[in-house]
Nanobody, 123 residues
């Protein structure tokens, strides 16, 4: 059983930065592949980024590549998503997720999910 809690969402201006955090309750955080996903109203949930258990491999959706950076601090049981140069299409509820296994951008492969944090980007 893994509990995940996102934080750091809010309202930002287009072009601005925002950093999301995901805190995990498990004592074995370092064995989990982690991912960030987002869902806008009326749209399907989409993959944003994923990171391997040790942080050595990262994957990004084409829409965020070069703007977002995923990272993790296993000593703090925390994963981060640094978002730069935000645009209005980035507005969504952002979820963190965890799984045991290789890095994947498929939401269905993840077993544990946080409650989500809202990111709003204004023009």
């Amino acid at each position: 059983q893994v509990q995940l809690v996102e934080s750091g969402g809010g309202l930002v201006q287009a072009g601005g930065p925002l950093r999301l955090s995901c805190a995990a309750s498990t004592r074995t955080f370092s064995i989990y592949t982690m991912g960030w996903f987002r869902q806008a109203p009326g749209k399907e949930r989409e993959s944003v980024s994923a990171i391997s258990s040790g942080g050595g491999r990262t994957d990004y959706a084409d829409s965020v590549k070069g703007r977002f950076t995923i990272s993790r601090d296993n000593a703090k049981n925390t994963m981060y998503l640094q978002m730069n140069n935000l645009n209005p299409e980035d507005k969504a509820v952002y979820y963190c997720a965890a799984r045991q296994g290789i890095v994947t951008m498929l939401a269905g492969a993840y077993d544990y999910w946080g409650q989500g944090t809202q990111v709003t980007v204004s023009f």
